[in-house]
């Protein structure tokens, strides 16, 4: 599982609650419209028990280059 899937699954409402965010920020994650900042991804990778590339999946990386 990655944060986009978790996101979908979830609701962005319910991730928003989870991780501390807006939905707004959530649905934009969920879109891959934007990423969480490093210190929010650490933050999540520790919440979860995640890899980094669990929170910054493939694509993310793919749009950045």
């Given amino acids: 599982m990655n944060l986009i899937t ?3 699954k ?3 409402a319910a991730a928003a609650h989870e991780f ?3 939905e707004r920020a ?3 994650w ?3 419209e934007r ?3 490093l210190k929010k991804a650490r933050e999540i990778s520790a919440l979860k ?3 980094l ?3 910054y999946p493939k694509q993310a990386e793919e749009c950045h280059q």
């Fill in 6 to 8: 978790y996101i979908e």
């Fill in 10 to 12: 979830t609701g962005d």
């Fill in 20 to 22: 501390g965010i807006s």
């Fill in 26 to 28: 959530a649905a934009s």
């Fill in 30 to 32: 969920r879109r891959r």
């Fill in 35 to 37: 990423f969480p900042s």
């Fill in 49 to 51: 028990g995640w890899t």
């Fill in 53 to 55: 590339e669990q929170v």
